[in-house]
């Protein structure tokens, strides 16, 4: 499995991100850099803890408050694979994201409104540069409870949705718990377990709630790919020599 260190981008710095609650969001303070600039942050990730790859949510592109287009390409010109959530719920969305750096489009429910644009959307993103972009389905949750941009999507299954997303073809999946961001509470696996019974095939990576290597293991014991890490990165209880390099 993997870890992919995380950085929520707003105001241009990168926050904190705790439960969810974004309005309080503050800067982050971190071991690994004197400031909250998210590019310094993103080179530490790469120089200092040898990670290849990042998650970036621009939390004002996701509210409909700006975006952080330049930020995001100076990360990926860093070499490092960026996974970006910029809120992307149509076809153009997916093009722009590829288009400004992002290795994989992040497509989370709560910003998605149609299930049914899942194909037009894995397609702009795999056409929108030479490269390609692959596209992930996130199964944003809070406490359980589905996270969707449209009723429709909100009140899915969220096995179906992702029976759907497999459909498209999208092959990679992240289960993230917003409530469990920043807590320090531990990761929830069990709507990962189910969809690694309705998917056996699928990539599966675990956000919110990693506290430490002790959780790492066990995720990778449970046989999921990898998991998305900011917290114990920031205050380094994680470092070089307890992240698992992925397969």
Same mark, same amino acid.
């Given at each position: 499995?993997?870890?992919?260190?995380?950085?929520?981008?707003?105001?241009?710095?990168?926050?904190?991100?705790?439960?969810?609650?974004?309005?309080?969001?503050?800067?982050?303070?971190?071991?690994?850099?004197?400031?909250?600039?998210?590019?310094?942050?993103?080179?530490?990730?790469?120089?200092?803890?040898?990670?290849?790859?990042?998650?970036?949510?621009?939390?004002?592109?996701?509210?409909?408050? @700006?975006?952080?287009? =330049? %930020?995001?390409? +100076?990360? $990926?010109?860093?070499?490092? &694979?960026?996974?970006?959530? !910029? /809120?992307?719920?149509?076809?153009?969305?997916?093009?722009?994201?590829?288009?400004?750096?992002?290795?994989?489009?992040?497509?989370?429910?709560?910003?998605?409104?149609?299930?049914?644009?899942?194909?037009?959307?894995?397609?702009?993103?795999?056409?929108?540069?030479?490269?390609?972009?692959?596209?992930?389905?996130?199964?944003?949750?809070?406490?359980?409870?589905?996270? @969707?941009?449209?009723? =429709? %999507?909100?009140? +899915?299954? $969220?096995?179906?949705?992702? &029976?759907?997303?497999?459909? !498209? /073809?999208?092959?990679?999946?992240?289960?993230?718990?917003?409530?469990?961001?920043?807590?320090?509470?531990?990761?929830?696996?069990?709507?990962?377990?189910?969809?690694?019974?309705?998917?056996?095939?699928?990539?599966?990576?675990?956000?919110?709630?990693?506290?430490?290597?002790?959780?790492?293991?066990?995720?990778?014991?449970?046989?999921?790919?990898?998991?998305?890490? @900011?917290?114990?990165?920031?205050?380094?209880?994680?470092?070089?020599?307890?992240?698992? &390099?992925?397969?």
């Amino acid at each position: 499995m993997r870890v992919v260190p995380v950085l929520d981008l707003k105001g241009g710095v990168a926050v904190h991100a705790v439960r969810g609650e974004r309005h309080a969001y503050a800067p982050v303070r971190s071991v690994l850099s004197p400031s909250a600039d998210p590019v310094a942050l993103a080179r530490a990730f790469r120089e200092r803890l040898g990670c290849d790859a990042c998650y970036v949510a621009d939390l004002d592109a996701i509210a409909g408050a @700006g975006d952080h287009h =330049a %930020v995001v390409r +100076a990360i $990926a010109d860093l070499g490092l &694979a960026v996974w970006l959530d !910029a /809120g992307v719920a149509t076809a153009g969305d997916a093009r722009l994201a590829a288009a400004n750096g992002a290795r994989r489009v992040i497509v989370g429910t709560e910003t998605l409104t149609d299930p049914r644009g899942l194909p037009a959307i894995v397609a702009a993103a795999r056409g929108a540069t030479d490269a390609g972009a692959d596209c992930i389905l996130s199964l944003d949750h809070r406490g359980g409870q589905l996270l @969707g941009g449209s009723p =429709a %999507v909100a009140g +899915a299954d $969220a096995t179906e949705l992702a &029976a759907a997303a497999w459909t !498209a /073809g999208i092959r990679a999946f992240i289960v993230l718990d917003l409530a469990r961001v920043g807590a320090g509470t531990g990761p929830e696996t069990e709507p990962a377990r189910r969809l690694r019974d309705h998917l056996p095939d699928a990539e599966i990576v675990l956000g919110g709630g990693v506290r430490g290597k002790d959780d790492l293991r066990a995720l990778e014991r449970g046989g999921y790919q990898g998991a998305l890490v @900011g917290t114990a990165l920031h205050t380094g209880v994680l470092g070089p020599a307890d992240l698992i &390099a992925p397969a």
